[in-house]
Structures are given as structure tokens and as C-alpha cells.
């Protein structure tokens, strides 16, 4: 049966001033990539492909590194565009991104909807899939646009699957039918 590993990236260092779209990861997120990597080597994805976010990309380097795979980048793996919302507190980006699953066809959090972003997400892992037609794929991602795509495969609720997302964490569905194989909430260094 062959396989998608659709990961969320390992803990970036948030910078005040700098958008998280533009986001590395912290130290702790570069240590927690070896576990990572030990997590989803049973799965032995034939690439790791990333979107081109800062995060995802040091993430997926690092998995790939460790796993003696090769890394390719894809357009449309990125978050969902809220380039232009400034750090917020905890509690208030919960609340807007409680809002954002709820009311998804409403600009309620940045730039995009998250219909759109879903739209935008599950085109871009079919293309990937197309790319890579033989084996199992790892796809190093963002929170709110797996939650999007793992929810519409039947996971559950995108917000409470948000919740549960550590980071790192990861979901492995079968392909074609997206049909969810394992959930990992929490990958700790």
C-alpha cells in the first residue's frame, strides 16, 4: 500500500518584526528533527518535499539528511497566507483560528480562506503524488492547511486536530483514498 506522510514542520523561533511565513526553526525544532526522522523512517518515503516556508524547509532538510533521502520543494504546500497578521497573543490567535475553521468560505485570519487555502493545499499533494508516482511521499508542511486536508479526509474536527498538532507531528495516509493510517501528535527531542 503506498503512503503519504504529511508532516508539521518542528518548532520555529518566532521573531517579533518578522513574519512567520519568513520563520526558521529554533534550536529545539532542529533537535527534535532527529526523532522525527527516526518516526517516519518505518514509512521509508521514497522524497521528502517541502513547501518553500523557512521552517519547512530546514525541517525537511534535516529529516532528509538523516534518512539518506532526497528533498524537492513544491509551490502550494505552504500555511495559509496570513503574511500580513503581525505576532499575536495565544489566546486571541486561538480564537481567530477557531473562527477560521468554523466560518470557512470567510476571510477571517490573514489573506486567505480557508476553503481556499484547503483548494490551494490539496492540489498542490496531488501534484506532488504525480511526481512522485512509485512509492511512499513525505510532504513537510504547515498546521492549518494539514489540518484543513487530514479533516476532509475524514480525521475529524480542523480544529481540534490543530490542537492535537505538536510540533513536530505527522499523519500518514494511504493513497488514492487518503484513508488515515496513523496519527503522531507529538514528536519530542
Same mark, same amino acid.
Given at each position: 500500500?503506498?503512503?503519504?506522510?504529511?508532516? !508539521?514542520?518542528?518548532?520555529?523561533?518566532?521573531?517579533?518584526? @518578522?513574519?512567520?511565513?519568513?520563520?526558521?526553526?529554533?534550536?529545539?525544532?532542529?533537535? +527534535?528533527?532527529?526523532?522525527?526522522?527516526?518516526?517516519?523512517?518505518?514509512? %521509508?518515503?521514497?522524497?521528502?518535499?517541502?513547501?518553500?516556508?523557512? =521552517?519547512?524547509?530546514?525541517?525537511?532538510?534535516?529529516? #532528509?539528511?538523516?534518512?539518506? !533521502?532526497?528533498? %524537492?520543494?513544491?509551490?502550494?504546500?505552504?500555511?495559509?497566507?496570513?503574511?500580513?497578521?503581525?505576532?499575536?497573543?495565544?489566546?486571541?490567535?486561538?480564537? #481567530?483560528?477557531?473562527?477560521?475553521? !468554523?466560518?470557512?468560505?470567510?476571510?477571517?485570519?490573514?489573506?486567505?480562506?480557508?476553503?481556499? #487555502? +484547503?483548494?490551494?493545499?490539496?492540489? +498542490?499533494?496531488?501534484?506532488?503524488?504525480?511526481?512522485?508516482?512509485?512509492?511512499?511521499?513525505?510532504?513537510?508542511?504547515?498546521?492549518?492547511?494539514?489540518?484543513?486536508? +487530514?479533516?476532509?479526509?475524514? #480525521?475529524? %474536527?480542523?480544529?481540534?486536530?490543530?490542537?492535537?498538532?505538536?510540533?513536530?507531528?505527522?499523519?500518514?495516509?494511504?493513497?488514492?483514498?487518503? =484513508?488515515?493510517?496513523?496519527?503522531?501528535?507529538? @514528536?519530542?527531542?
Amino acid at each position: 500500500m503506498r503512503k503519504l506522510i504529511l508532516v !508539521k514542520h518542528a518548532r520555529p523561533q518566532m521573531t517579533e518584526g @518578522i513574519p512567520s511565513h519568513a520563520w526558521g526553526l529554533s534550536d529545539e525544532g532542529r533537535a +527534535a528533527c532527529g526523532p522525527l526522522a527516526a518516526a517516519i523512517r518505518p514509512h %521509508d518515503p521514497v522524497a521528502i518535499v517541502t513547501s518553500e516556508e523557512p =521552517k519547512a524547509h530546514e525541517t525537511a532538510r534535516l529529516i #532528509a539528511d538523516a534518512l539518506g !533521502k532526497p528533498i %524537492d520543494t513544491a509551490a502550494g504546500l505552504q500555511e495559509h497566507d496570513r503574511s500580513n497578521v503581525p505576532i499575536m497573543r495565544p489566546g486571541e490567535f486561538l480564537s #481567530a483560528l477557531a473562527l477560521f475553521f !468554523k466560518a470557512q468560505n470567510r476571510l477571517v485570519l490573514g489573506k486567505e480562506t480557508a476553503y481556499e #487555502a +484547503a483548494e490551494r493545499f490539496q492540489r +498542490a499533494v496531488e501534484s506532488v503524488l504525480k511526481e512522485y508516482p512509485d512509492g511512499n511521499v513525505a510532504i513537510v508542511t504547515h498546521g492549518t492547511v494539514l489540518a484543513l486536508f +487530514a479533516s476532509e479526509n475524514g #480525521a475529524g %474536527d480542523p480544529f481540534q486536530l490543530y490542537r492535537q498538532f505538536g510540533l513536530p507531528s505527522f499523519l500518514v495516509f494511504s493513497v488514492p483514498d487518503y =484513508k488515515l493510517l496513523e496519527k503522531r501528535e507529538k @514528536i519530542v527531542a
